[in-house]
């Protein structure tokens, strides 16, 4: 899941200054389980764009924004997005990317993207991985140290956490103790033997 948070709606609006026949465009996946680009949140955005002047053609919220296959894919769900002179896209930076290759008007993102996270037990954890194109998940017993630690620790604890907290953000658990206590548990604390070497690119 990719983890956005929706912009200030001033912002927005200074984005589309000068623009007009908005078309709004959000996302059935990601974006939905977040509230920040599912149905109800494309009918406030469209309220809140007319009440504030604006003129939006239409909407739409395709299964997923970051799959869109084609423009005509689009103007099945709405036609009238072929009026639009603006899209305003209500999903993360690859929905706003993919909307823009099948697209001829100017492409705008109501979001900000955050991180690569995931959705469990009805509660949101950001920043699960850091997609670095390396995965070494597997020897931190499934928790990516890349992705949450702030420090990007390969090799253990900075030695700057309290009772189990971050050094950088005390509001989070260490993810140094939180990988030490899920191998002691799987009994693989074999595993923090190996030292990593960062290679430079």
């Not at 290759?101 to 993207?113: H, I, Q």
């Not at 140094?176 to 030292?195: F, P, S």
Request: with cysteine; proline share 5%.
């Amino acid at each position: 899941m990719i983890i956005s948070s929706a912009k200030p709606f001033g912002e927005v609006l200074e984005l589309l200054k000068d623009e007009d026949d908005i078309f709004i465009i959000g996302c059935g996946a990601c974006a939905t389980k977040l509230h920040v680009g599912g149905e109800p949140e494309v009918l406030d955005m469209l309220r809140r764009l007319e009440e504030a002047g604006k003129h939006v053609t239409g909407w739409c919220v395709p299964s997923a924004a970051c799959s869109v296959a084609s423009f005509d894919s689009l103007v099945e769900k709405d036609p009238s997005i072929k009026d639009a002179g603006c899209i305003l896209v209500m999903a993360c930076g690859s929905g706003v990317s993919i909307v823009s290759k099948v697209t001829e008007v100017p492409v705008y993102p109501s979001n900000n993207t955050e991180s690569l996270g995931g959705l469990s037990q009805g509660e949101v954890f950001p920043e699960l991985c850091a997609m670095c194109g390396d995965c070494k998940i597997y020897y931190f017993g499934g928790i990516c140290p890349i992705g949450q630690c702030p420090k990007r620790l390969l090799n253990g604890p900075c030695g700057g956490s309290i009772d189990g907290k971050c050094e950088v953000d005390p509001e989070k658990d260490c993810v140094w103790e939180l990988i030490y206590t899920r191998l002691e548990k799987l009994g693989r604390l074999d595993l923090l033997e190996k030292v990593w070497v960062c290679e430079e690119g």
